[in-house]
C-alpha cells in the first residue's frame, strides 16, 4: 500500500518547507493537496509520488534535460566567441597605444624645435585624446610628419652651430 500524508506537518516534512508555506502553495500554486470532506478546511491528505510531480513540474531545468544541455552548450560557445572578441579588443587598443605613444614621442620633439614652451600635463592628456580621435588621417600624413621633422631639427641644429660662439 502507498504512503499517505495525512496532515500539514507530515507533508512540510515530506518536502523540508514549513507548514505555512506548503498551506500558501496550496492556495497560490495548486500544491496537490486532498481534502476528503470536499473543501473543509480542516482535513487534508496528500500522495508522495503527486507532490513529487508537481515538484518537477516547477522545475524548469528538470522538464527539457536535452533544452538545457543545449543552453550550456550555446552558452559555452557564447563565452568562446566573446573572449575571441575580447583579445582581438586587446590587441586593437594596444596598436592604438602604441600609436598614441608614438605620435605623442614626435609631438615632444616637435616641441622643442617650435619657438613655443612645453605644453602643461593637461594639455598634453588633451592632445593625445584628440590623436586617438584623428589616428586615421595621423596614419595617411605620418610620413610627411616625419619629413617635416626631420627637416625642422637640421635647421635648428643649423641655427645653433651657427649662432654659437666655436663657429665665429
Same mark, same amino acid.
Given at each position: ?74 552558452? &559555452?560557445?557564447?563565452?568562446?566567441? =566573446?573572449?575571441?572578441?575580447? @583579445?582581438? %579588443? +586587446? ?5 592604438? /597605444? ?20 612645453? &605644453?602643461?600635463?593637461?594639455?598634453? =592628456?588633451?592632445?593625445?585624446? @584628440?590623436? %586617438? +580621435? ?5 596614419? /595617411? ?28
Amino acid at each position: 500500500m502507498e504512503r499517505i500524508l495525512t496532515s500539514w506537518k507530515e507533508i512540510a516534512q515530506y518536502v523540508g518547507k514549513g507548514v505555512r508555506t506548503v498551506q500558501r502553495w496550496e492556495r497560490d500554486i495548486e500544491f496537490p493537496v486532498r481534502r476528503p470532506n470536499h473543501g473543509s478546511r480542516g482535513v487534508v491528505l496528500a500522495l508522495p509520488e503527486e507532490i513529487d510531480a508537481w515538484v518537477h513540474a516547477q522545475n524548469p531545468a528538470s522538464q527539457n534535460n536535452g533544452s538545457s544541455e543545449s543552453e550550456i552548450a550555446r552558452l &559555452r560557445k557564447d563565452v568562446t566567441e =566573446l573572449w575571441a572578441e575580447n @583579445h582581438s %579588443l +586587446r590587441q586593437e587598443l594596444e596598436a592604438a /597605444q602604441r600609436t598614441v605613444r608614438a605620435n605623442a614621442a614626435l609631438h615632444l620633439d616637435l616641441d622643442c624645435v617650435s619657438a613655443t614652451p612645453t &605644453r602643461s600635463y593637461g594639455d598634453f =592628456l588633451a592632445y593625445c585624446d @584628440h590623436l %586617438l +580621435r584623428t589616428s586615421a588621417l595621423l596614419q /595617411q600624413q605620418y610620413g610627411e610628419t616625419i619629413e617635416r621633422s626631420k627637416e625642422l631639427c637640421f635647421l635648428l641644429k643649423k641655427r645653433t652651430t651657427h649662432n654659437s660662439p666655436s663657429a665665429s
